[in-house]
């Protein structure tokens, strides 16, 4: 049976994530963990088989943790990639309605992209924060009609909780790409994307000169973010997806270029890109 | 007299960036406030006359929150830069031993920078989060000898505790950069960086095309760095750093090409670079 890790407790935004990916599989079992390193490594011991891990979101920016782990601390490559709206809700026990509520519960994060709404909707209630969304859910399930919870949808689901208000963040557009992570590698589908990481020497013009290759090639880059090598200031690690598969035959040249021109180069995986179905 | 706001409280690493940068003032107001954001807002509003603001840290990378607001919520132009080594200290109370450390309190991020530290030598302590470095020093300076807190020199100044142990971070070779923003412009020193912050349009190569622009004018690019549009998944705003001041022919010639060829651009300030004195 496949056991797939994700960022739990059950509710979070990640395990929707989980349930999306696996939706046409007969047999899996989603195990949580607490925290992206302890994901990426339980796959990396073979504890598990994949990691479902958010990558970017379009309103903070890319996941450091994600990032900073595939990039030097585990071994493993991409095979796949999804996206989740993120839809902030107002969750309460049965029988609550927006007039009883007296405490709002959530992790800072979506309290801060709720703003407008509970000062709108909610400016006598107060806000206590929590270590999850999920974590909130299931403190407002065993509470009382004065609280109310943060959360996804799946958290009211699980923990058995109305939705007050629907859509409640500040700022729509609001979206999480995942990727799966594993010890696999993807066939070529025709439709597919490439992510490497590498890092230039120390000189003017190096991260122009690894560009000028994918140009080059006539290769789409879709996506650079910059880490730090955490070596020294200013130094830097990059990573960069573009269209094609690694057995195309320019985009096999053009990493073998790239390889060859970069201080440091490591390939993360050719994998299906994902399209809305 | 000149008022610089700074993430307070007294004794963050952004207050010694303020001693820092004043120390050669005579008159001289720090103010703190709590978040980036406020800070920011209090220039832009005429309340202080500049900002110290963290920009990048070499271990954890962009600091976001910084990066957001100068692109699109103010109108802030970079005076300056300067770099701050990140060490971390056991703090106690005067008298207090390291045998008789029960509590140690800090923000979460030292915490975990500190683990190799607290696993080998206090091992049986028990680890309480607090919402700043400086709060937790705050509060072992009004309890008793069984507490420590980690945090900055300068903290220990600050509220009158000994250092017990100096350098416990487990990574060497973390230095937050930090910038001075305000509504002033700087003369050209011939020692210069300039940053500018773009979009490009939505189509492949395009970010490659505003690179070039530089290798033709032999303009060395010292950082790039992405952020979100925030308008959709997979769309991004570009943070450059290049040597040279707006002043200097070839810059001003290249960046007059990069506004051209992108479909958002700001100047975000000419300014010397920082040298170690």
Chains 1, 2 share one sequence.
Not at 98 to 111: A, D, E, G, K, T
Not at 163 to 186: E, H, M, P, W
Not at 197 to 224: A, C, H, Q
Request: glycine share 8%; net charge negative; charged share 25%.
């Amino acid at each position: 049976m496949l056991k797939v890790g994700y960022l739990g407790p059950k509710g979070t935004f990640s395990y929707e994530a989980v349930l999306k990916y696996t939706k046409n599989m007969e047999c899996f079992s989603a195990i949580d963990y607490s925290t992206i390193e302890d994901i990426l490594l339980a796959v990396q011991n073979d504890e598990i088989h994949e990691a479902v891990v958010p990558m970017e979101n379009s309103i903070e920016g890319a996941i450091n943790a994600t990032m900073d782990m595939i990039a030097t601390e585990v071994d493993l490559t991409i095979t796949g990639e999804l996206v989740i709206p993120v839809q902030q809700n107002l969750l309460a026990k049965e029988g609550a309605e927006l007039s009883n509520i007296r405490y709002v519960l959530s992790h800072p994060q979506p309290i801060g992209q709720c703003r407008k709404f509970l000062n709108n909707k909610l400016p006598g209630a107060q806000v206590r924060v929590t270590y999850s969304t999920a974590g909130a859910a299931e403190e407002v399930a065993a509470g009382g009609n004065e609280l109310a919870a943060i959360g996804s949808e799946t958290a009211a689901e699980v923990y058995g909780l109305n939705v007050l208000a629907r859509g409640i963040q500040d700022k729509d557009n609001n979206f999480t790409r995942f990727v799966i992570l594993s010890k696999g590698i993807c066939a070529r589908t025709g439709d597919d994307k490439t992510s490497i990481v590498f890092s230039t020497e120390n000189k003017p013009g190096s991260l122009y000169r690894i560009l000028d290759i994918f140009n080059l090639w006539d290769i789409n880059m879709t996506r650079i973010e910059s880490r730090p090598a955490k070596r020294k200031l200013g130094r830097y690690i990059f990573f960069v997806d573009i269209k094609g598969h690694q057995d195309d035959e320019d985009v096999r040249d053009a990493l073998t270029m790239v390889k060859r021109k970069s201080s440091f180069y490591k390939f993360l995986g050719s994998y299906p890109e994902y399209k809305e179905s």
